[in-house]
């Protein structure tokens, strides 16, 4: 008998991205803007299945070769929780890319520059209902070198470090409204002074689910704002930028698709840099 808990499919398709099994591929992007998917596109050498059912837009084709989906999460952890429990209802052990962009905390992080998220602040609460308030948001430590060798290979200049997952874009983040009392203003420094590189609003979400999923999981971000000098990229620069990410994103998919060829070579249990083999330099 179905547990009567759980929002259950009429059909094959799950309920909020209105996907069934099949439509997905096991190596999967995750912007957050569904708009972006289109963008994505025409980067991808064939494309199949598109779908749109609120926030979620996705598409499934690939990518040199290899398999790839992409899903839009829309904002927030909230939105990621469901995205990801769908996704994991079709797709036994998908590995899972999000692209996005954010605020950074650091002079020296320039606007458009990258950000790999090695691992992220919960801020928000949609984890804790699944975990306790100490469990660290990791990213899969080959996803971080997949991203990392991604960006070197296509010649973008990334940063490494932690990230700061907030519920909001505005008091969350400890920026001021006017009509509106915030309990944490001075956010931003406290997060600098911890050594956190950026805000966003959707690793930790991803990070922890795909870690109690047993699955791989990786976050690269665009920096759109610099908070310490009130800056925001835009134009043919906000392009150049998103467009960065997301080659990042896909360049990285297609090198942890190699990583796991590899792996399964060699019967090795986990990625280490030996493993690195000369068929998989650019």
């Not at 991808?44 to 926030?55: F, I, T």
């Not at 520059?113 to 602040?121: C, F, N, P, Q, Y």
């Not at 870690?211 to 043919?236: D, H, I, K, M, Y």
Request: include cysteine; aromatic fraction near 6%; hydrophobic fraction near 45%.
């Amino acid at each position: 008998m179905a547990d009567p808990r759980v929002a259950l499919p009429q059909t094959e398709r799950q309920y909020h991205i209105d996907l069934g099994p099949g439509d997905l591929a096991d190596y999967i992007l995750l912007p957050g803007d569904p708009d972006r998917v289109a963008r994505i596109a025409p980067l991808l050498d064939s494309a199949g299945v598109e779908r749109r059912h609120r926030e979620f837009a996705s598409l499934t084709g690939s990518y040199r070769g290899l398999p790839v989906s992409v899903v839009s999460t829309g904002i927030g952890t909230d939105n990621v929780e469901i995205a990801l429990a769908e996704i994991l209802a079709i797709v036994e052990r998908p590995t899972l890319v999000r692209i996005g962009s954010c605020g950074v905390l650091r002079d020296d992080i320039a606007l458009g520059d990258l950000v790999i998220t090695s691992g992220a602040v919960r801020l928000e609460a949609t984890t804790s209902f699944f975990v306790h308030d100490g469990y660290p948001a990791v990213a899969d430590y080959s996803a971080v070198a997949a991203l990392v060798e991604a960006a070197a290979r296509l010649g973008h200049r990334a940063h490494v470090g932690l990230t700061a997952t907030a519920p909001g874009f505005y008091g969350a983040q400890g920026r001021p409204i006017p009509q509106l009392p915030i309990r944490y203003p001075d956010l931003a420094g406290e997060m600098a002074a911890q050594r956190v590189l950026n805000f966003e609003m959707e690793a930790s979400a991803l990070l922890v689910l795909a870690t109690l999923a047993g699955c791989r999981a990786g976050v690269v971000c665009a920096a759109f704002a610099q908070r310490n000098s009130g800056a925001f990229v835009v134009g043919e620069a906000k392009e150049r930028a998103e467009r960065a990410c997301i080659e990042t994103g896909l360049e990285a998919l297609f090198i942890l698709s190699q990583m796991r060829t590899r792996m399964e070579e060699t019967g090795a249990v986990h990625w280490r840099p030996s493993l690195w083999a000369a068929e998989m330099a650019p």
